[in-house]
Structures are given as structure tokens and as C-alpha cells.
């Protein structure tokens, strides 16, 4: 079975600082890796996703996440914050599989941003 | 693309009452997902559809609550009747075969029962 663990359930930054989200992950096959985010009353959005393409995956809004298959790690990074950042972030795991598999999903880190 | 459609966007009813919940999901997607958010439990999947058909309800939490998807682009989860522990964000998402397991989320329905 898949897991996600994400440390931290908030993370809090100052404006311009550097921002560091944790994602490690537990799959027996080789995983589809996501990170979504959530912005106050409204649904998920897809930030970026690793498909085995490449292990540095460049998402929207500066953010990206490497992929450490010896770590079993997904950390989403971004060089420096912006007070729009705040938002609740999600990790999410799928196998490659032959068929649609569905997401298995972290329980979230909220990201504060002060000025 | 008008992404994923949820309606309504906030319900409130009272206990004991029937609530339905509606999404359209994006044109052409063949899968379709209701979630649940709450702040104790987090994100939860309560069912999931292909090509119409039921693949996986065992997150549907009890009798209480039934999904259907008439056709390729409508779904409705309803809950008969509604109690005040079923508050919280239903979101329905979509997603196409052959993209990495993607899934496009829609806005949410805020339910509050009293």
C-alpha cells in the first residue's frame, strides 16, 4: 500500500525567506508524485507532478520539488516567499501502473507568511 | 475549459433533511471523485467512478450516503438523511486515463447541517 507523510502540519516563513515543504513517501512500485495547493474556500490545484521524466520538477509560481528515490522524498521548495503563498499544501502518491490508479494524499502543511 | 463544476457552492439544511450534491465533471475526463475535507480527518475519498460505473465506495462512511453518475457528464452524492457530523467540504474531481493520475478538482460545496 501507499503513504504519504508530510512533517510538519505548519510551517511558518517570513516574507522573502526561503520555503521548504516535507514529503516522503512509501510506495512498493515505482511512484507518480504530486504537489497540490489550496487556497482559503476554494479546491486543489495542481502546483507540479514528477512522472519520471525528469527528478527536478519545475511547477507554477517559482515552486519545485526534487525527487529522491534513495530518500523516498518529495520536498517542495521555493527560493523566496511571497505573502500569496499562504495556502495549505498537499503531497500526494500514485503507482505506475498499467490502468488509472488513484491518489493517495498527505493530511497537508499549512504555510504562513509573515511581512 | 470551464474545469470542474460543483453546485451548490454552500448548503445549509438541518438534521434529518436529504442533501444533494452536484458536479460536472470536465468534458472528455472518464474518471470522477468525491472527496470530503474536514479539519479532523482531513481529505477522505469516498468513491470514485469510471466510465460511469462505481469502482471503489469504501469510503462512503454509511448507508446514509449514495453516489450515482447517469451519465459521462453529471454526478450527484446525496445524503439521506443529513446529520450535523456530515458537515464539512465535499469536492468532486476529474480525471483522464493516460495522464500520470492527475486529477482536476473542482471548487467544493461547503455542507452545513444544524
Known amino acids: 500500500a501507499q503513504s504519504v507523510t508530510q512533517l510538519g502540519s505548519h510551517v511558518s516563513v517570513s516574507e522573502g525567506a526561503l520555503v521548504l515543504l516535507r514529503c516522503n513517501y512509501s510506495s512498493s512500485v515505482p511512484p507518480y508524485l504530486f504537489w497540490y495547493v489550496q487556497y482559503p474556500n476554494q479546491g486543489l490545484q495542481l502546483l507540479l507532478k514528477?512522472?519520471?521524466?525528469?527528478?527536478l520538477v519545475k511547477g507554477i509560481n517559482g515552486f519545485e520539488a526534487e525527487f529522491k528515490k534513495s530518500e523516498t522524498s518529495f520536498h517542495l521548495t521555493k527560493p523566496s516567499a511571497h505573502m500569496s503563498d499562504a495556502a495549505e499544501y498537499f503531497c500526494?502518491?500514485?503507482?505506475?501502473?498499467?490502468?488509472?490508479?488513484?491518489?493517495?494524499f498527505g493530511t497537508g502543511t499549512r504555510l504562513l507568511v509573515s511581512p | 475549459d470551464a474545469g470542474v463544476i460543483q453546485s451548490p457552492r454552500h448548503e445549509v439544511t438541518e438534521m434529518g433533511q436529504e442533501v444533494t450534491l452536484r458536479c460536472k465533471p470536465i468534458?472528455?475526463?472518464?474518471?470522477l471523485f468525491w472527496y470530503r475535507q474536514t479539519m479532523m480527518r482531513g481529505l477522505e475519498l469516498l468513491i470514485y467512478?469510471?466510465?460511469?460505473?462505481?469502482?471503489?465506495d469504501s469510503g462512503m462512511p454509511e448507508d446514509r450516503f449514495s453516489a450515482k453518475m447517469p451519465n459521462a457528464s453529471f454526478s450527484t452524492l446525496k445524503i439521506q438523511p443529513s446529520e450535523p457530523r456530515d458537515s464539512a467540504v465535499y469536492f468532486c474531481a476529474s480525471a483522464s486515463s493516460g495522464t500520470y493520475n492527475e486529477q482536476f478538482f473542482g471548487p467544493g460545496t461547503r455542507l452545513t447541517v444544524l
Open positions: 468534458s472528455g475526463h472518464d474518471y
Open positions: 514528477y512522472t519520471s521524466a525528469a527528478t
Open positions: 500526494a502518491v500514485s503507482e505506475q501502473n498499467t490502468g488509472f490508479q488513484k491518489l493517495v
Open positions: 467512478f469510471n466510465n460511469n460505473v462505481p469502482i471503489d
